[in-house]
């Protein structure tokens, strides 16, 4: 059985980080991933269950592991080598409890929850965090009877989306698929529950200015999540959604998923201006606009120096700026949020969430917001395990290719390659079409 392995190389890791300088996913091919024959791994535990990957995405973060740009930070929530994947729908060839306590019949579909918790990890007592659903925030990801690993695809012990030898997953990782869901609605769940996450924990009030900044997957998530809660009464509705997207498809997207307004990224500022009737700072053109009031809430889904300085140029006096794309090390001027007295928040992963004072999973509401919003249509391509360096690249240019959501097949199998005699055939029908 096949599957991609990340292997700790510092060469190869220092080859794709030049590479992947002229364009993000450039340098999979000299990376530390590549395509290898793997075994099932091993159950841990009495708890865990297997899992048959069907679609699996390719996330921003992947690509920055790949890329060579991940950040220190995470070098000790890790262990190689790891199987990449944690965006999953699958099915449980064996059957399977899931994380609600239903029992899972052998075959049912499933989306992977791939934060690794206590509970996965077989510690007691928890920690604060996961005995209070947060297990985002879990303490304990570097230890327990698993080797270290934040999620699913970034651990040894348990494998990833990326193969079809499967992954192992602790049933309260498991979220059985509702029918008629279809595997493209369904892959986008876990992003949709980052997003979920995210849009309640910033509180919005009622009639706020919102501005997103990026569109995509992560982007469009957040405002579909912004429209679909507020719709259903599970947050405050905003008076404004204002998103800022670079490429004209992530605008017309932005705007089917619920955005008020959406527009070029430099003209973000400005439609912030309008709609919260704010005066601008400084002589007009120079640099970037400044706001002297600004949106009540920005998200933040790109993650950059420049994303973040854009954030806190357009948010007003104590205002919020969400993070939800992962940021590296940057280097910002804060100045801005130290003078306006601005919240700036971190967003990661999912747990529980209180919506008008009830416990729900969030991936039940994310779940929900798949369904009402069909973000299948968020993806874009799909690719077998052999093409994995035109996926990889494919995704690092989506936006510019016209794309949003880039993932494995795991069911589907690259062509035989052609001979010499095809190739030339096939430039000949292309001649003679031409």
Same mark, same amino acid.
């Given at each position: ?9 510092l060469p190869r890791f220092a080859a794709s980080r030049l590479v992947a300088s002229f364009g993000s996913g450039r340098g999979a091919g000299v990376s530390p991933l590549r395509l290898a ?58 059957? !399977? /409890?899931? %994380?609600?306590?239903?029992? @899972? =019949? *052998?075959?049912? $579909? ?5 934060? +690794? ?103 469009? !998530? /957040?405002? %579909?999540?912004?429209?679909? @809660? =507020? *719709?259903?009464? $599970? ?5 404004? +959604? ?106 990661? %992963? ?85």
């Amino acid at each position: 059985m096949k599957g991609l392995l990340f292997e700790r190389s510092l060469p190869r890791f220092a080859a794709s980080r030049l590479v992947a300088s002229f364009g993000s996913g450039r340098g999979a091919g000299v990376s530390p991933l590549r395509l290898a024959d793997l075994e099932q791994p091993a159950l841990p535990g009495d708890d865990w269950h297997r899992v048959q990957p069907r679609l699996s995405g390719i996330c921003g973060s992947d690509l920055a592991t790949i890329d060579g740009r991940s950040s220190r930070y995470f070098e000790e929530l890790v262990s190689f080598p790891f199987v990449p994947g944690h965006e999953v729908v699958g099915t449980v060839p064996d059957g !399977a /409890v899931a %994380a609600d306590g239903t029992a @899972l =019949a *052998a075959g049912a $579909r499933v989306v992977l929850e791939p934060v +690794l918790g206590c509970r996965a990890r077989g510690l007691d007592p928890l920690c604060p965090a996961c005995a209070a659903g947060r297990t985002g925030d879990c303490e304990a990801v570097a230890f327990g009877h698993i080797r270290p690993g934040l999620q699913t695809g970034f651990c040894a012990d348990t494998g990833g989306g990326w193969s079809s030898a499967g992954l192992v997953a602790h049933s309260t990782q498991l979220h059985p698929v509702p029918e008629g869901l279809a595997d493209e609605d369904a892959v986008t769940v876990e992003p949709l529950a980052c997003a979920v996450h995210a849009v309640l924990a910033a509180a919005i009030d009622d009639g706020d200015v919102v501005a997103v900044i990026g569109a995509g997957t992560l982007g469009l !998530a /957040v405002t %579909a999540a912004l429209a679909q @809660l =507020a *719709a259903r009464g $599970r947050t405050a509705a905003p008076g404004a +959604l204002v998103v800022g997207a670079r490429y004209a498809h992530q605008r017309r997207l932005a705007t089917e998923l619920g955005a008020t307004t959406a527009l070029p990224e430099d003209q973000l500022a400005r439609a912030v201006r309008r709609r919260s009737r704010s005066l601008a700072l400084g002589p007009p053109g120079v640099g970037s606009l400044r706001l002297a009031g600004g949106a009540d809430v920005v998200f933040d889904c790109v993650g950059s120096a420049d994303s973040i300085a854009q954030s806190l140029s357009i948010v007003r006096p104590r205002g919020k700026v969400v993070l939800v794309g992962m940021p590296g090390r940057t280097t910002v001027d804060l100045a801005g949020l130290w003078h306006r007295e601005v919240t700036l928040m971190g967003a990661y %992963a999912y747990g529980t969430e209180h919506p008008g004072g009830e416990a729900v999973p969030t991936f039940d509401l994310a779940f929900e917001v798949a369904a009402a919003a069909r973000t299948g249509r968020l993806l874009s391509a799909t690719y077998p395990l052999e093409r994995f360096e035109e996926a990889v690249a494919h995704a690092g240019s989506a936006g510019r290719r016209g794309a949003v959501k880039i993932a494995f097949d795991l069911e589907a199998t690259a062509p035989p390659p052609r001979s010499k005699d095809e190739d030339e055939d096939e430039r000949t029908r292309r001649r003679r079409r031409s």
